[in-house]
């Protein structure tokens, strides 16, 4: 693995692993209000660790004594509140008996006032001494959330009730946690696939390859279809992980309302998400989507849900009635349940769209037309143009030396024609991917370094040839090395930049039928130029000519080469229509993704 690539995987995996949404340090203060982990899944229903105090009494800067106790547990974290009002702030503040195993946080602007753990080291017993303060109400109730392992976790455990001297018992009792903080609707198993029947007349369908069957195993669907107030969605495709889908404003990630259906031990959750920058999903602990279904078939994952067209009560929902880019992703999870950065590149469609509005069949592309006009011009460049220019000048001098096209001999003129047209197209290729980022990719290890050094080349190559000496000037042998080497430089790097650009998650080629065709290109010219060359020896050989310059690199080849002219044509046009067919190969690759 690369290095940018290495680390963006050690910084993923950070972010998602641990406990308490995925911080095993246990600083943890976006959950202060909810206390509920961003893990993905649905909290347990039958605690199994209490919560108990030395005293049930107290007054305003008493310090009661509380412990949380059970089987072995990784996090846990720890408030109190208003025993009647147990959505409201945390009251008091806390003091530790053991910095190793747990430390104070700081939610809402009361300090001190919840504590969690310090890392994911088993623990069976914390011991904690709580503050009262002098603002305290009535009845003051001790709740925790408390982790055992990532998807195994119970969220505000109602423990033990302390109230000031003579204040009457609770008007509002604490529900079970079932009741209190369940968000998650029943979810069933779909009994049947889904079915593109309706797509374009009753619902809005995105289809990745085009106009492909949802019940094919290599079909990935999204469908929304309007039911009144609410929109009835359908996704499905090859994964044994992920499946995910995201409303954007814009073609970038970030800012986006996400939907993931996660498989996890042959268990699918479907949960909300918001995507904030290129960072891992933010997943949420309050669930909007009701009628939830699933079903895993042969490797092909589908889950239906339905939500409200708006949802003005859950923050990072977008209302469905208005125009989004739509991106459609897939990828792995670990057998902890973490979700993986795609493996490839997301499909995003071209432009926005209302998927409550007029239903529509779209297709989708996983690359961007600017990457796939990158890949095409860069392909027909190095591939084709510089690679029939380059055997014009190395063996059809003498074939083509009494030509003449525009005052210039042809072989000179074809070569150069090609050459320019190698510049000309590598530096429109250049410059799409810069647009299409907007500036630098980080995101493609070495490739850009790569491409850049050729681009430079490229340009060297016809700047060094405007100032090349005459024939029999005493600098021309120079020249031809330096322009050899250059050139022959600037292939070889063009060749591997492609074998890095073809990887790439953004061009998505069909692995491995992108390096095939690379591999088969490289040997078919080297094949072709190694008959070339046997073919001139042989003619030298057969006349019994060999002069000393003959050795020199690009030194023009010898009358006696010239009888095989014939021959020489023939394997030209072949080796042009062999150009031609993987040209045309790679380009309906492309026009494919």
Known sequence: MELPGLAFAVWMFICLCGPLDGYPNGKIRE?????????????????????????????????????????????????????????SPAVGSFILTDQRLSQLLTCGHRKNSAVSHTSKTKKKYVEVYWIAPGDAPRHVQFLATVVTKYKTFWVRIPGA?????NALSPTMPLHRTSET????????YLTKPFSASGCGSTKFCVRNPSSCDPESASCFFLSFQREKRSVRIEMSGPSEGYLAFALSHDQWMGGDDAYLCVNEDHHVSVNTAYLKGRKSPILDSE??????????????????????????????????????????ADGEVSEGGLIYKHHRQPLITSRMYNVTGLPQDIGGSRSPQLIKAHGALMFVAWITTVSIGVIVARFFKPVWSHSFLFGKEMWFQVHRMLMLTTVV???????????????????????????????????????????????????????????WSTGTTARILAVVTMFLGMDLPALDLPDPWDTYTMIGFVAWHVGIDVLLEIHSYCLIRKVEVIEDDRIQILQSLTSAEAEGHLFKQVVLTIYICGNIVFLIAFLAAVNQI
């Open 31 to 87: 959950v202060c209000s909810s206390m509920m982990p961003h893990h993905g899944s649905s909290p347990q229903l039958s605690p199994e660790h209490t919560i108990t105090v030395n005293e049930t009494e107290f007054k305003p800067g008493d310090k009661i004594e509380v412990n949380l106790s059970g089987p072995d547990f990784e996090g846990f974290f720890i408030q109190a509140r208003n025993a009647e009002h147990l959505d």
């Open 161 to 165: 009730i302390v109230s000031q001297p």
């Open 181 to 188: 903080v369940s968000t998650s609707h029943p979810v069933s």
């Open 287 to 328: 669930n909007a989507l009701e009628d939830v279904s699933w079903r895993l078939v042969d490797g092909v994952l589908q889950c239906s849900f339905r939500r409200n067209i708006h949802l003005t009560a859950y923050k990072g929902r977008f209302n469905l009635d208005a125009n989004y880019y739509i991106f459609l």
């Open 425 to 483: 197209l590598t530096s429109v290729s250049f410059v799409l991917p810069f647009v299409y980022r907007g500036g630098w990719s980080k995101q493609a290890g070495f490739h850009p370094f790569l491409g850049c050094t050729v681009m430079a080349l490229a340009i060297f190559q016809p700047l060094m040839a405007g100032f090349r000496p005459s024939p029999h000037a005493p600098r021309r042998q120079l020249f031809n090395w330096f322009h």
